[in-house]
């Protein structure tokens, strides 16, 4: 069982930066991916950016060039740091571990960006 603790969440202001961690249970390089997802109200959960295990990251178009994946594998933690926040940013962040015939949730953090 794979068991993923987010952290880092908070209120922002417009223009401002956050930066979220997972710390998993198990090894985040022997994953086959590792990501962030999010929720907003009355809305279905939605890739904002995933890194797999070779390194390749891949990003939703809403947050490139302003959101960045990485991980500590000794730490076993993936961080996503997000800048110029946006109030279309708000939502419930959840971290993301992907095998050949699992996947894993975290609980989810709050992101409130105020205008």
């Known amino acids: 069982q794979v068991r993923l603790v987010e952290s880092g969440g908070g209120s922002v202001q417009a223009g401002g930066s956050l930066r979220l961690s997972c710390a998993a249970s198990v090894s985040t390089s022997r994953r086959n991916a590792m990501g962030w997802f999010r929720q907003a109200p009355g809305k279905e959960r939605e890739l904002v950016a995933q890194?797999?295990?070779?390194?390749?990251?891949n990003y939703a178009d809403s947050v490139k060039g302003r959101f960045t994946i990485s991980r500590d594998n000794a730490k076993n933690t993936v961080y996503l740091q997000m800048n110029s926040l946006k109030p279309e940013d708000t939502a419930v962040y959840y971290c993301?571990?992907?095998?050949?015939?699992?996947?894993?949730w975290g609980q989810g953090t709050q992101v409130t960006v105020s205008s």
């Open positions: 890194m797999y295990s070779n390194g390749i990251t």
């Open positions: 993301n571990a992907q095998d050949p015939f699992s996947t894993y």
